[in-house]
């Protein structure tokens, strides 16, 4: 695992059309798109916040234990990267404000991170085509 931890945002989505698609088939992919799957796709991402490993550590271990939103952080040191999706949005949300609103529970780095966070959550929820990616590169 590298000793950084990148938090990257979809930024914009484009067709990938190296290859001659029949007729038949495009109206499928558009169709696809329409509702929202992935066929045929290039996500492009860029990395709104970059922490390190070690403070990324601390600062997901000051979520509270057996939470769902700590689960789902530290996925990211067991598996090696993580995506939340709208749906994840109002659980984290909730958590990062409470550590937020804690009387020094987090140090300037930690607040900045979740503040940026934050604002990385609020985008997806009002984007439904938007996901977060939470990765070492």
């Known amino acids: 695992m590298a000793d950084q931890v990148f938090f990257y945002r979809l930024s914009r989505k484009f067709v990938d059309e190296q290859f001659d698609v029949p007729e038949e088939a495009k109206e499928v992919m558009y169709y696809s798109l329409a509702i929202g799957h992935h066929l045929g796709i290039v996500d492009c991402l ?13 600062w997901v271990a000051k979520l509270p234990a057996g939470s769902e939103a700590r689960r789902k952080m530290e996925g990211f040191l067991t598996f090696g990267e993580i995506t939340v999706y709208r749906e994840h949005c109002h659980m984290l949300a909730c958590a990062f404000d ?8 987090l140090n300037e780095q930690e607040q900045e991170w979740t503040d940026t966070f934050m604002n ?18």
Request: proline share 5%; aromatic share 6%.
């Open 46 to 58: 860029s990395a709104d916040l970059v922490c390190p490993l070690t403070g990324y550590r601390d």
């Open 98 to 105: 409470r550590l937020r609103q804690a009387e020094g529970a």
């Open 120 to 137: 990385q959550l609020t985008a997806l929820h009002n984007d439904p085509h938007m996901y977060l990616m939470v990765r070492s590169r």
